[in-house]
């Protein structure tokens, strides 16, 4: 994420704040990827969902909002919270795929999303989380810290956050438009991860039964990365997608790391913040491992997911 600052004051900020400390109301432009004053071209979820953007085109709604086709049903006290929170997630993962070059020009179609709570009126209904052709089922719940924390244990995931479950899906969208955009990316996708085309259910089936096999972390970046080629290559984007957002910290705040390529600086960075955290008793805050198998799957996926000049 790039380094913003306050117009009127000059004062640091991120880009979802809806206002600086010295009173400045502020918007952010996703495309030009600036904060500015606030003016009448504000997001008409702003209110509502603390949205920070500025409206794209007509209904008055920003990019990122203008995506959720299904709002979630709001009985639960909690969910208008991790509805705002999920939205928050949304945006920051999408605004780090325009910076890619994602979603510029004309025939450059967006996800939609069927943003869900799995409480409604009291009960419990199961969302299931995932990509078909263009649409994104996420469910807001996993917003909620406290809940994310007792599934990561569940799930033994070291790794779970809401813009992690929003970087994956966007990553399985992400594989489809590079099929069928890049000739080339199918079969060298195939020879690096697998072939995509393996039964799905007979796969997660089987990884449910038996887990992964032993020493998945020489080729997987994570367990569930082991399920499918799907699942790897949406586990594997992910990550990359977390490493760029590092690198691209770093470069904004001059951090002047050593190293080649932005993978091998965001790896550092990655060291740094699992030192720095220790330092403080807290968990370490990137605690994937990137084996030289999982290295080389990385930086192929960041080779397709950086499309800048390419006619994606
Ligand atoms: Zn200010
Ligand atoms: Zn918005
Ligand atoms: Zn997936």
């Known amino acids: 994420m790039n380094v913003y600052s306050c117009p009127s004051c000059g004062a640091r900020l991120f880009p979802e704040v809806l206002a600086c400390a010295c009173g400045q109301a502020l918007m952010f432009d996703p495309r030009q990827d600036c904060v500015t004053p606030l003016d009448d071209r504000a997001c008409a ?12 085109g007509d209904g008055g709604l920003c990019l990122s909002c203008a995506t959720t086709q299904l709002e979630p049903h709001l009985s639960a006290d909690d969910a208008p919270a991790l509805w705002e929170k999920a939205e928050a997630a949304k945006r920051w993962a999408l605004v780090g795929l325009l910076r890619l070059g994602w979603f510029v020009g004309p025939d450059a179609p967006l996800p939609v999303f069927h943003m869900l709570s799995e409480k409604v009126d009291g009960a419990r209904q199961s969302v299931m989380m995932g990509h078909q052709d263009g649409l994104i089922t996420l469910n807001i719940m996993e917003a909620d810290p406290a809940r994310a924390q007792a599934r990561k244990q569940r799930f033994a995931e070291p790794l779970r956050t809401m813009v992690g479950h929003v970087r994956h899906e966007l990553a399985h969208f992400l594989f489809d438009r590079l099929a069928q ?4 990316f199918a079969p060298a996708f195939r020879a690096l991860m697998g072939d995509e085309r393996d ?7 089987a990884y449910y039964e038996n887990g992964p096999a032993d020493g998945w972390q020489d080729t997987h970046i ?3 990365a082991t399920a499918h080629p799907h699942e790897d290559w949406a586990e594997t984007a992910a990550n990359a997608l977390h490493l760029l957002d590092l690198s691209h910290s770093a470069q904004a705040l001059n951090l002047g790391l050593a190293g080649d390529s932005a ?9 740094m913040l699992n ?21 080389d799957k990385l930086s192929f996926a960041l080779g397709y997911l950086d499309c800048r000049g390419s006619a994606v």
């Open 45 to 56: 979820h702003r209110a509502r969902l603390g949205c920070s953007w500025i409206a794209e």
């Open 199 to 205: 039964d799905y259910a007979t796969a997660m089936a």
């Open 181 to 184: 955009t890049q000739p080339d």
């Open 275 to 295: 030192h720095f955290c220790r330092s403080l008793g807290q968990p370490d805050p990137y605690p994937m491992i990137i084996s030289p198998g999982v290295h």
């Open 222 to 224: 994570s367990a569930y």
């Open 263 to 271: 993978l091998d600086q965001a790896q550092t960075v990655g060291v």
